[in-house]
């Protein structure tokens, strides 16, 4: 059994702040959250989208409420869980926990709190290793505690697919929800990935980071003619994805219906996409087949624009190949920067809300599109303009695709 599934409610913490309104607002403006961070001071990029301090529902911030027990992508991870099952008018207290799942996109483990346990440990100091480093650093703990939180007591599991990894979580929780193993399934996808290893010793060793220290606010630039690589973000953002017949009962009006699901591996190389976008198309095609749609009923994509150079020049060849006339494209990491892990989910919830509202934001720090690409790349300005289908990319490491069709409820 296929066919699309309800969404009923949306969490989202972004750089841009706590909830859909912040992000919004920040997305429509066109402005970037790309700063100065802290946690990254003294290393040779150190500027990221950051989340600032957020507060749990009882006043207290995460850095007060099971700091000792969890990483910082699990509790953004549960505060957005949180925001979005009270967004969909629901209640732990009165469902059915044996028929609602959670599925979580994670892009990598948690390196948080790892350079200071090896640092005991080169110290010749292992028992001074906190027992804790372990199960608050790895990527299932998402789910896991959301599940403790939330009392969350059916099919639980994170899914790692890099940069692909949010939003194949949701086609996860689709696949869930049509198989009817659960009545509810909260998806989405998390990541903090600022710890100094990850960016000083990963991504900036492998020339994907942008060094723009000089001018952050303009450093993530994606289809622009002169990109140098992507702005490391953070954040979450998690769903409520119901069957319809569940929130049809409920007396629930949706926020949309997350109607395809397409995924693919470029099987190409380990860290560049195959250059002609093909695992892009099969990864679409396969995402419209699913909502039983084709190409000209697509009227906005909300691309994975990276803002490296080989993916936007790979997807942007894949957008060309799959539309006759490409609808109008967006890329939220303009503003947002790259979540990694949770990139997918936050791309897929900013869709939700273009189709509720009815309006493309731009995309941020697009001066000058790469003559290459030849796209309607919104920039500047939000655009109006009607929409019942968006598309929705997410692409990583490992040639791994995933798209997603939401449609307007």
Same mark, same amino acid.
């Given at each position: 059994?296929?066919?699309?599934?309800?969404?009923?409610?949306?969490?989202?913490?972004?750089?841009?702040?706590?909830?859909?309104?912040?992000?919004?607002?920040?997305?429509?403006?066109?402005?970037?959250?790309?700063?100065?961070?802290?946690?990254?001071?003294?290393?040779?990029?150190?500027?990221?989208?950051?989340?600032?301090?957020?507060?749990?529902?009882?006043?207290?911030?995460?850095?007060?409420?099971?700091?000792?027990?969890?990483?910082?992508?699990?509790?953004?991870?549960?505060?957005?869980?949180?925001?979005?099952?009270? !967004?969909?008018?629901?209640?732990?207290?009165?469902? *059915?926990?044996? +028929?609602? $799942?959670? /599925?979580? &996109?994670? #892009? =990598?483990?948690?390196?948080?709190?790892?350079?200071?346990?090896?640092?005991?440990?080169?110290?010749?100091?292992?028992?001074?290793?906190?027992?804790?480093?372990?199960?608050?650093?790895?990527?299932?703990?998402?789910?896991?505690?959301?599940?403790?939180?939330?009392?969350?007591?059916?099919?639980?599991?994170?899914?790692?697919?890099?940069?692909?990894?949010?939003?194949?979580?949701?086609?996860?929780?689709?696949?869930?929800?049509?198989?009817?193993?659960?009545?509810?399934?909260?998806?989405?996808?998390?990541?903090?990935?600022?710890?100094?290893?990850?960016?000083?010793?990963?991504?900036?060793?492998?020339?994907?980071?942008?060094?723009?220290?000089? !001018?952050?606010?303009?450093?993530?630039?994606?289809? *622009?003619?002169? +990109?140098? $690589?992507? /702005?490391? &973000?953070? #954040? =979450?953002?998690?769903?409520?994805?119901?069957?319809?017949?569940?929130?049809?009962?409920?007396?629930?009006?949706?926020?949309?219906?997350?109607?395809?699901?397409?995924?693919?591996?470029?099987?190409?190389?380990?860290?560049?996409?195959?250059?002609?976008?093909?695992?892009?198309?099969?990864?679409?095609?396969?995402?419209?087949?699913?909502?039983?749609?084709?190409?000209?009923?697509?009227?906005?994509?909300?691309?994975?624009?990276?803002?490296?150079?080989?993916?936007?020049?790979?997807?942007?060849?894949?957008?060309?190949?799959?539309?006759?006339?490409?609808?109008?494209?967006?890329?939220?990491?303009?503003?947002?920067?790259?979540?990694?892990?949770?990139?997918?989910?936050?791309?897929?919830?900013?869709?939700?809300?273009?189709?509720?509202?009815?309006?493309?934001?731009?995309? =941020?720090?697009?001066?000058?599109?790469?003559?290459?690409?030849?796209?309607?790349?919104?920039?500047?300005?939000?655009?109006?303009?009607?929409?019942?289908?968006?598309?929705?990319?997410?692409?990583?490491?490992?040639?791994?695709?995933?798209?997603?069709?939401?449609?307007?409820?």
């Amino acid at each position: 059994m296929t066919g699309p599934v309800a969404v009923t409610g949306l969490g989202l913490i972004t750089p841009a702040g706590v909830g859909r309104e912040a992000t919004w607002d920040v997305l429509c403006r066109g402005a970037s959250t790309a700063r100065f961070d802290p946690v990254l001071e003294g290393l040779p990029v150190d500027f990221s989208c950051w989340v600032p301090d957020f507060a749990t529902d009882d006043g207290t911030s995460p850095a007060e409420r099971n700091q000792w027990r969890t990483s910082r992508f699990t509790r953004l991870a549960v505060a957005s869980a949180r925001m979005a099952v009270e !967004d969909a008018g629901l209640s732990p207290a009165d469902w *059915d926990g044996s +028929r609602v $799942g959670v /599925v979580i &996109g994670v #892009g =990598a483990s948690s390196m948080e709190h790892w350079m200071e346990a090896y640092g005991k440990l080169a110290e010749g100091r292992p028992r001074a290793v906190s027992p804790l480093v372990l199960p608050r650093s790895i990527p299932n703990m998402a789910a896991g505690e959301i599940a403790i939180d939330l009392g969350a007591r059916g099919p639980n599991m994170v899914v790692s697919t890099a940069c692909a990894s949010g939003a194949t979580a949701l086609g996860v929780a689709k696949d869930l929800l049509n198989a009817g193993r659960c009545d509810i399934v909260l998806a989405g996808g998390s990541e903090s990935p600022r710890a100094a290893m990850m960016t000083a010793v990963c991504f900036f060793q492998m020339s994907t980071l942008s060094r723009r220290r000089d !001018d952050p606010a303009r450093a993530s630039r994606p289809f *622009d003619a002169d +990109r140098d $690589g992507f /702005v490391l &973000g953070e #954040g =979450a953002a998690v769903l409520v994805l119901e069957r319809p017949d569940h929130a049809e009962a409920r007396g629930v009006r949706p926020l949309a219906a997350l109607a395809g699901f397409g995924a693919s591996a470029d099987a190409h190389h380990p860290t560049s996409p195959a250059p002609d976008g093909a695992g892009v198309l099969l990864a679409a095609r396969a995402a419209l087949d699913d909502a039983g749609l084709g190409v000209t009923d697509v009227d906005h994509v909300n691309a994975h624009g990276s803002s490296t150079r080989f993916n936007d020049l790979a997807e942007a060849r894949a957008l060309r190949s799959l539309f006759p006339d490409p609808p109008p494209v967006t890329a939220n990491k303009g503003s947002l920067g790259h979540a990694i892990g949770g990139a997918g989910a936050i791309e897929a919830a900013c869709s939700v809300l273009t189709l509720t509202e009815q309006l493309i934001p731009p995309t =941020a720090n697009l001066c000058r599109l790469d003559p290459r690409i030849d796209l309607d790349v919104v920039a500047g300005a939000p655009r109006k303009h009607g929409m019942d289908v968006v598309l929705s990319n997410s692409f990583g490491f490992g040639g791994q695709n995933a798209c997603l069709v939401f449609t307007r409820a």
